[in-house]
């Protein structure tokens, strides 16, 4: 069951991103929804559950070594390599918000911004050069310190509630928000479970699915129910500023905790990437990678995750589709 764990706590590690647990991606996708966002959320968890498993066996039985094979089964050869195009984007945007985020947090430790992307980049490309192993290591330390922090701030807020007011949109209504969530993450789910699935017997191959979709499930609901008792949901970095009421000490574990959940998907995406860009004949592409994806940290954490993930998560609806009718067609 060792591996079961550590490849669902990957999972979970490469969705629980800078977005997530900021609560940038919650508050758009979920809490401004007010109650239909928890609903949203545990709707996002079933669908996780069931992508994991179903990536796993599928890299499985293609034998798939990246990515783009996986693509190439479920589009065909000319839309997959569309998508191939469009993943190896997001993933590489990915990592840059993460670097940019990065720099964000350690301005809350009174640090130069500058030093945070560099830390990243070091960090990862140590940690990506040993291979899967140093992604699942990784992320069987780092997340569930995520998983607690998410439900520390949870009880915090739950001693002190406020009501913020919220401003549902008009479009998309709650249920395609939900879908929109995961069919973003469906690129990174592809590109990280791809790169794992060699790791998992067949036959545990849904149950790590499963447990990451759970852990995942978990973590979605806490942090909507934290920013739905949060007098100010709109800054930033919205549950950062909820730590807030934990004082000064906690706040600043809490954005540890956030700069180690920028770390897990960073290392998912270089990890996913570097599996794909074979060109790059050197352990150490995740430097490579993370240099390149550098001078985007000039752009605005928040901005970035404004402006790419809804746009991916409309694109990543017909991933979904395919990859739940594949047995059909």
Known sequence: MGIIW?????????????????????????????????????????????????????????????????LDHLCGRRLGGIYDLLLTGFLFIGLAIMLSGSGRILEEWGLPQPLGPWAMVLLVGGITAIGNQGLLRASLILVPALLAGSLAVLCLCAASPARGILHAPAFP??????????????????????????EVPRRRARLAGLLGGLGLGAAL?????TLLLTANPYGEFPLLD????????FQGGYALILWAAMLTTALANANALAGRLTFLKTPWRGVALCLAAHPWTTVG???????????????????????????WR
Not at 301 to 327: C, D, Q, W
């Open 6 to 70: 550590q490849v669902a706590l990957t999972y979970i590690g490469a969705v629980i991103g800078a977005g997530f647990a900021s609560g940038q991606e919650i508050l758009q996708f979920f809490a401004v929804f007010g109650g239909k966002g928890l609903l949203g959320a545990a709707v996002a968890a079933g669908m996780f559950a069931l992508i994991g498993g179903e990536v796993l066996i599928l890299a499985q039985e293609i034998k798939a070594k990246s990515y783009q094979t996986v």
């Open 301 to 327: 954490f928040s901005r970035l995750i404004a402006l790419f993930y809804p746009l991916y998560g409309y694109l990543g609806l017909l991933l979904l589709v395919l990859l739940f009718t594949r047995r």
């Open 173 to 198: 209504p709650w249920w395609l928000a939900a879908l929109l969530y995961v069919s973003y993450n469906m690129g990174l789910a592809i590109g990280v479970l791809t790169s794992l699935a060699d």
């Open 221 to 225: 609901e806490a942090s909507t129910l």
């Open 242 to 249: 909820a730590a807030a009421l934990g004082g000064s000490l």
